[in-house]
């Protein structure tokens, strides 16, 4: 059974930096993409980044140069380091997967909040 498990989610001041960690187990060797998404209040759910077939990395145009995303050697992890973060970037922060059937896997979820 698949499951993501989140952290790192936190209050921080305008200009400031977090960085979120999903862990998988259940998948390995059977990941075609993870990455995050995000969903602020009354807003949809946007894709933020994800990496493809543990090679290519995709970000949304609002976090490029601000994000990184990054994959575990050791374990099936999905890393969002976070820098100069912007109150627009408060939101609940889900980690997804897609496995190589194309079955789609989402986290419990993980609250960011930046103050300004």
């Known amino acids: 059974q698949v499951r993501l498990v989140e952290s790192g989610g936190g209050l921080v001041q305008a200009g400031g930096s977090l960085r979120l960690s999903c862990v998988a187990s259940g998948t390995t060797g059977r990941i075609l993409r993870m990455g995050w998404y995000r969903q602020a209040p009354g807003k949809q759910r946007e894709l933020v980044a994800f990496i493809y077939n543990g090679e290519t990395t995709s970000y949304a145009d609002f976090v490029k140069g601000r994000f990184t995303l990054s994959r575990g050697n050791a374990r099936d992890t999905a890393d969002l380091q976070m820098n100069s973060l912007e109150p627009e970037d408060t939101a609940v922060y889900y980690c997804?997967?897609?496995?190589?059937?194309?079955?789609?896997?989402w986290g419990q979820g993980t609250q960011v909040t930046v103050s300004s």
């Open positions: 997804n997967l897609l496995d190589v059937d194309h079955a789609n896997y």
